[in-house]
């Protein structure tokens, strides 16, 4: 049966594509000399081409011409720095590619260079055979040409394979090295081979550029950088502490730049800032992965390597900030290294299911993928924007139609929540989501209904702040690590003393629970243990506020509290105060609104709740103001 509905709605698809649906066009860029352009669905990629007399950053001494990344753009929004000059020792932005920079003491030189005397060659690796001179190497100096090694590129609409040889060897150094440059709708994978052709062993060191900025403004404020681990670096920079007695931070308190556990967030423009060694701790057995967002944008570029960075030099200025990752790799003869460099872009309305960039899955995109369908890179019928399944595996078939299903008709993919309690009940004591399969039970509240009150949209529910409580038993199992998104409308009836619960979820022990809350200070705060999370904007105004608490792992199945984000009035909170730690959240199948999970700690909530709903995925920021205005009275 499944097959038949797939035939048949291939049949359809194509008679709606005959009727003129066309797949979307990334947006265009506009173009350095000497390059090409790279598309695949809404992404689009500049590259040099070593093959151009244009491109003369390509005949560098110190950087690559192989996959020589100038520009990203997702949906037209850029997210690489990118000025117009350029030369042999310097570089246009973007991601250029260096081996062996030498600059530290901890760094290796390029191999054979501290070998020789005045004159003898040595390997730069990624740009061919250099001369030596009688100093200490140095990265910046224009060494004489032996044999620049040739570089050959095959294009496609979606990637290009780059291959680089040498005809000679630096007194037994020798190299050949290869990459594919892939495009995929909303990443940039940069698969590396490194084979060493030469008679003697080395050891090489490569780094990339990220010159990360997002379209084309300053780093900060409301920019932020973060790891899957508590880092240390060199120079240390030490963690930032609020100021005392008060959480409250006036312009005159906020650095420019924050030091957490795990995170550095520029919350003013910044200077030029001296390089930065950030470490992993020891024996961290993780992915090397990284995050770079802009708050205010709602964009992000998360970046990984496949192999351990020995550790990630940090160089930020005003106008970007480049976190780069230190590859470390020791060859004997005729040994070769594979790893993979993967670049994942956001931009908050995007959906990877969307083939055709008109921010809904419908007909539209079931027709070109009916179009493509089958088909793989190269063939005539290829088209990269429908290889949407999860991980793309470079064919257009029954995965790809099954990964529509999910979004279909949602615009900008917000799916229904999972479950959502309206609260526009007018009596009784019983609380009923939309399906009724979530039922809640008031407790010690008055008999007389006078608790259902108005609310943001219809009713809501007023708890009295000395004993009153709802508990919603049982509630969708979205427990563990899995990412998740819980939104609601609270209004406090005074300017609160002490702390009060807004809703608990879990298990009442370390790392298992959610807590949300408003604390003495009237400011939103979310722990799961000794974990938390401040966002600085007031909420205990005895106004309305639409809170909406999101978990959006930066690495799959292992969440900690920096993944926590917390919106205010759908807007995103840069969050000043934090304590890092893992959460699992147990399984216990009850939610508890107006108060903690033990009613007798007396975190009872004084005020209006309404509209509570819970979602199975992160929520993007368009889709919180969604929810906001939906339930906003015009």
Not at 206 to 231: A, C, E, I, K, M
Not at 236 to 242: F, H, K, L, R
Not at 508 to 537: H, I, M, N, Q
Request: proline letters at 9%.
């Amino acid at each position: 049966m499944p097959r038949i509905v797939a035939v048949r709605a291939i049949i359809f698809a194509s008679i709606l594509l005959s009727l003129g649906s066309r797949p979307a066009q990334g947006q265009p860029l506009p173009v350095h000399a000497g390059t090409r352009l790279l598309a695949s669905g809404p992404l689009v990629v500049e590259v040099g081409d070593p093959a151009s007399d244009q491109c003369p950053w390509n005949k560098g001494l110190r950087f690559s011409p192989v996959a020589n990344v100038l520009r990203a753009q997702l949906h037209g929004r850029d997210f690489l720095y990118s000025p117009v000059g350029g030369g042999a020792l310097t570089y246009l932005g973007g991601l250029p590619m260096e081996f062996d920079i030498g600059q530290e003491a901890f760094q290796p030189d390029p191999p054979g260079y501290n070998e020789g005397a005045n004159g003898d060659p040595f390997l730069k690796i990624g740009v061919g055979i250099l001369r030596r001179n009688t100093a200490a190497y140095d990265f910046s100096s224009s060494y004489p040409v032996v044999e620049l090694a040739r570089t050959t590129a095959t294009w496609q609409r979606d990637r290009v394979h780059f291959v680089q040889t040498l005809t000679g060897t630096a007194n037994g150094y020798a190299c050949h090295l290869e990459e594919n440059l892939i495009v995929k709708n909303d990443r940039l994978v940069m698969e590396y081979l490194l084979r060493n052709t030469g008679s003697k062993p080395f050891t090489t060191e490569q780094y990339l550029h990220n010159f990360t900025t997002f379209s084309g403004r300053s780093v900060g404020p409301n920019v932020r950088l973060f790891f899957p681990y508590d880092f240390t670096t060199s120079p240390e920079v030490s963690p930032w502490q609020p100021p005392a007695k008060a959480r409250t931070l006036s312009v005159a308190a906020q650095p420019t730049i924050i030091r957490m556990a795990n995170m550095i967030e520029y919350t003013e423009r910044v200077s030029s800032v001296p390089k930065v060694w950030v470490y992993a701790p020891e024996g961290y057995a993780g992915p090397h992965r990284f995050a770079v967002e802009h708050l205010d944008l709602h964009q992000r570029v998360t970046i990984e390597a496949s192999i351990p960075a020995a550790y990630v030099g940090l160089w930020t200025t005003d106008y970007q900030i480049s976190p780069e990752q230190f590859l470390q790799v020791t060859l004997a003869p005729g040994q070769e290294a594979r790893f993979t460099r993967t670049y994942a872009f956001r931009v908050d309305g995007f959906v990877r299911e969307d083939c055709t960039g008109n921010r809904i899955v419908d007909a539209n995109d079931l027709a070109v993928v009916s179009a493509a369908w089958l088909s793989e890179p190269g063939a005539p019928a290829w088209n990269p924007a429908c290889d949407v399944s999860s991980p793309a595996d470079d064919r257009i078939d029954l995965r790809d139609l099954t990964a529509l299903a999910r979004p279909w008709r949602q615009v900008d993919g917000l799916p229904a929540p999972v479950a959502h309690w309206q609260l526009d009940e007018t009596a009784g004591t019983m609380l009923l989501d939309e399906r009724a399969q979530y039922p809640g039970t008031l407790h010690n509240f008055p008999d007389d209904g006078s608790q259902w009150v108005t609310g943001v949209s219809g009713s809501g529910l007023q708890f009295d702040g000395i004993d009153d409580y709802a508990q919603i038993e049982p509630v969708p199992t979205i427990a563990g690590t899995s990412p998740r998104t819980i939104t609601t409308w609270i209004r406090l009836s005074e300017r609160p003393s002490a702390s009060q619960a807004i809703l608990a979820w879990g298990e009442p022990a370390p790392r298992r629970y959610w807590l949300l809350e408003v604390d003495a200070t009237r400011r939103l705060r979310f722990s799961c243990g000794t974990g938390f999370a401040y966002a600085p904007k007031v909420v205990g105004d005895m106004r309305w506020h639409h809170i909406a608490v999101v978990l959006d792992p930066l690495v799959p199945g292992s969440p900690r509290i920096s993944d926590v984000r917390l919106s205010i009035d759908a807007e995103p909170q840069t969050i000043y105060e934090t304590a890092e730690q893992p959460i699992d959240t147990g399984a216990t199948n009850a939610l508890t609104l107006g108060a903690s999970h033990s009613p007798a700690d007396a975190q009872f909530f004084r005020g209006i709740i309404d509209d509570l709903r819970i979602y199975d995925i992160a929520l993007s920021p368009t889709h919180i103001d969604h929810i906001r205005q939906e339930t906003t009275p015009p």
